[in-house]
């Protein structure tokens, strides 16, 4: 097997996700999850609730403390310093202020609450507070959604920076490279050659000659060219030649940028120009994952706002159906007041769906305004109807040429070589040759027919 060969079939097997890449994404998601779960939400449920309703009254703000690990408390005087866990809270705290985030349980009789493993207690009965009632939140039921939204997220920010035989998001855009360069090549018929110096980074362009690019270039500009030199001619026009802006002494990049661009984009489309430079920011990002944003956009752009769009417009109404039905059954009395864990998870939810409808629309590319478009059919037009104007007048001359003043000097030729034929002894032994064969062999035909079987 040639170089060649193994560097094609590794480029197809590229391609593909395989199980090390599933393997390892998800078991990212499980571990930033998991760490979302169990450190992240919990440090920033506290920090919330504590700078939200902590006592506003400067004697129980003086007297608010944390009591044992993840519970703060007002505090009596009997309270000198840290407890332990096991140990009972009720003869060291009053029962106003009390915020636990443990998982430990605990009893009316030896803490002055209640409260399941699997619970928060938060009580804030003061001006500013949220009443008698203590809010019980339930982690597993109000936060695993925002958890795994957090790994999922997490998961999919570390597999951009990881090589693309095990990186399940370095693996996608390395694959949206190799489609949108095929799509390019497709949608304006360039070889493989000038597609890659089209989406070449500009940082490997500046190292080539002109001498190098020129030929590619010059089958860019041909292509795209609206006019011949008959065409401009007639439009009183001069026509610029590929050879007249470009030299040996020129800035490629900039040449590239600031004519091949615009030429594409004028000739093609505004997206196939999006999409040449996408995807020479995706090469970006292949050389340098510092580059972040330019393999993101590739991949969002590119395939997955044009594959799922409709998938996570779904998924928000979707989200939003739940959180309604959610809310209504809190209207009717269903879902107590203290126990909101329910209500969170339906908003974590339609938060989340929110979220990554509001991130797929900033990567949706744009329709193309409908003056832009009504221009280019204008202009399209204008061009076709000075075409067949061009031929109408052509098709006039024609027929002057043939029926006006010009048939008289057409008959004479016709005559002269009619003379010049029947001047020549051989051109007229030929023909009489040629009719007395004919005629004999028709004769004998008819003599002798053939035997009928």
Do not use: C
């Amino acid at each position: 097997m040639t170089e060649d060969s193994r560097k094609a079939n590794s480029s197809k097997a590229n391609l593909k996700s395989s199980a090390q890449h599933y393997v390892l994404f998800f078991a990212l998601v499980a571990i930033f999850s998991f760490v979302s779960f169990k450190y992240v939400i919990p440090a920033g449920v506290r920090g919330g609730v504590l700078a939200l309703f902590e006592p506003h009254d400067e004697r129980q703000r003086d007297a608010f403390h944390e009591v044992t690990d993840h519970v703060y408390a007002v505090v009596n005087e009997r309270f000198t310093g840290m407890v332990a866990d096991d140990a009972g809270l009720k003869q060291y705290i009053k029962t106003d202020y009390i915020f636990d985030f443990s998982s430990m349980d605990r009893t009316e009789r030896k803490d002055g609450y209640t409260k399941s493993t699997g619970e928060w207690v938060v009580k804030a009965n003061g001006e500013g507070g949220l009443g008698e009632s203590a809010i019980i939140l339930e982690p597993v039921i109000g936060f695993a959604v925002l958890s795994f939204a957090f790994g999922f997220t997490m998961a999919i920010f570390l597999t951009f920076f990881l090589p693309g035989s095990i990186g399940f998001m370095a693996q996608k855009v390395d694959r949206e490279i190799h489609h949108t360069k095929s799509k390019i090549r497709l949608q304006t018929g360039f070889s493989d050659e000038v597609v890659d110096l089209l989406v070449m980074p500009d940082g490997d362009l500046k190292l080539l000659e002109a001498h190098q690019v020129r030929s590619a270039f010059k089958v860019v500009w041909e292509r795209t060219s609206t006019e011949n030199e008959d065409t401009a001619k007639a439009h009183g026009k001069r026509l610029v030649r590929f050879d007249d802006v470009f030299n040996n002494e020129i800035d490629i990049i900039e040449y590239r940028t600031e004519v091949l661009y615009l030429r594409i984009k004028e000739f093609f489309s505004d997206f196939v120009l999006k999409e040449i430079v996408d995807t020479t920011q995706g090469i970006g990002w292949s050389r340098n994952r510092a580059k972040f944003f330019g393999g993101l956009r590739l991949y969002m752009s590119h395939h997955f706002t044009e594959k799922y769009s409709n998938n996570v417009t779904g998924l928000a109404y979707g989200g939003a159906a739940i959180l309604i039905v959610i809310i209504g059954i809190r209207g009717l009395k269903f879902i107590p007041a203290t126990k909101p864990s329910l209500i969170l998870a339906s908003i974590s939810l339609e938060g989340t769906m929110l979220a990554l409808l509001a991130f797929a629309l900033m990567y949706t590319e744009e329709e193309e305004r409908m003056d832009k478009l009504m221009k280019k059919m204008e202009d399209a037009n204008k061009n076709q109807l000075e075409t067949m104007k061009d031929v109408s007048e052509d098709m006039h001359k024609m027929a002057d040429a043939l029926v006006g003043e010009t048939s008289e000097i057409i008959k004479k030729k016709v005559e002269l070589a009619i003379a010049d034929a029947l001047a020549s002894d051989e051109n007229i032994k030929k023909v009489v040759s040629d009719k007395v064969a004919e005629k004999i062999i028709i004769a004998m035909r008819q003599a002798f027919p053939p035997a009928r079987q």
